[in-house]
């Protein structure tokens, strides 16, 4: 064979298989794509449960590897800590036997408030702007598309998209198509809660007359009934203009890491309190 | 038969290595781009473009579906770099030794950026995709270590399959 001809056949066969595969990857068609990731991820549930069980346990062993130089002076540091705490505590207590009996009263407890379903993370994708993860439980367990993920005491997460027979997709919060309604613990100021190129949240559409200032809590506001309201989604970082000054928007820190998830609660039903 | 299981067998692994070892071990979004592009650069170097093509696709698709992105995404640069690897070896005659690992590094760990700055695209209308100059010696370096030690790996991989293929194999 010629080798230019040859040369160019290659040429032409990867322009036509890029052609397709790009064309592909633009459309992105959402009932193929759910099939296949659907299939993929309950036939490999069992070995994902193994890789990821290795994989944090690696993470785990990395990080207590890292921080071993640092324990001397971090020691020092909380010995210094401990004293100033002993002595703060005693003040403390007394307000925090009230804020318990508070939050008891007022159902804000979320094993109360909430029907909860446990989970654990087995694999994760993070392409782009788009974080996802993917739990180890899915329709025949009862999870649902729509149903909120938390962690700790009611940090919302992110929100079930995908669900698959033993397995689920969870888009995160920090996802650039996530958006929900949210509002300012205190002041009640409302806005929309976006994901920030998969790396962050944001909080915008915040009216320019509303106060909303740093360090105010954003919870969830329930708006359009899928996620529960007050869910913690973060605190308010820095807050700057819209790019056409109509409104404020802010970076909201989430406190739960999401480099680092491992259990997700789902939540199933809000409990009658 | 049992070559083609084991081949099969291997892509299900490398796809779930990505999606819940690399990804969720570490926090780096590269690793993951950086193994699978390792692997389509080797194998196209290894067997050649034409050879080759079948199964970067297949290896590319399944990643996509096990890591949750866009279908078809990853399968295309895999199938881009492959061709640039085979192509440019040839133009530049580093077809052996350290320069070969140093321009497969590149082209990997360049491959693997090009690949996020496209994802952000596709995915973010609202806002302009973030490029991650940052992540440039990160991605250069674990290309590199990447590519040596997928090529070494499937090198071995290889030679264990035309083992299984010989009529002497069991």
Known sequence: MDPNGLSHSKFFRAIAVLAVLFALAWWDPSPFGTFLRGTFHTVFLPVEKVFASVSFGFRDLREFLSSIGDLKRENERLAEENVRLTAENAGLAFLRDENETLRKSIGLEIRKRFDLLSTEVVASGCEGERGFVVIDRGSMQGVQAGMSAVVGEGVLIGIVDEVYPASARVALVTNSESALGGVTAGNGTKGIVRGDRGLGISYGMVLQSDPLTQGDKVMTSGAGGTVPSGLLIGTVSSIRDSGDRLFREASILSPADFGKLRFLFLIRKEQSV | ?170
Request: aromatic residues 14%; hydrophobic residues 60%.
């Open chain 2, 1 to 170: 038969m049992s070559s083609s299981f084991a081949r099969t067998a291997l892509v299900v692994i490398l796809s779930l290595i990505g999606a819940s070892v690399l990804n969720t071990a570490f926090s780096s979004p590269i690793l993951f781009p950086v193994m699978l592009f390792s692997v389509a650069v080797s194998l196209s170097l290894s067997r050649g473009f034409v050879r080759a093509l079948p199964a970067v696709v297949m290896i590319g698709l399944t990643a996509d579906v096990a890591t949750l992105g866009r279908i078809g995404l990853s399968a295309a640069f895999s199938v881009g770099l492959a061709y640039a690897a085979g192509f440019f070896s040839r133009r530049f005659a580093v077809e052996h030794g350290l320069m070969l690992h140093v321009f497969a590094g590149f082209l990997v760990g360049m491959g693997a950026l090009a690949f996020l700055f496209v994802a952000s695209w596709l995915d973010g209308p609202s806002s302009l995709p973030v490029v991650p100059w940052g992540n440039m010696p990160e991605a250069f370096v674990s290309g590199v270590v990447s590519f040596y030690i997928v090529s070494v790996l499937l090198h071995r991989f290889e030679e264990w399959l035309s083992y299984l293929d010989s009529p002497n194999a069991f």
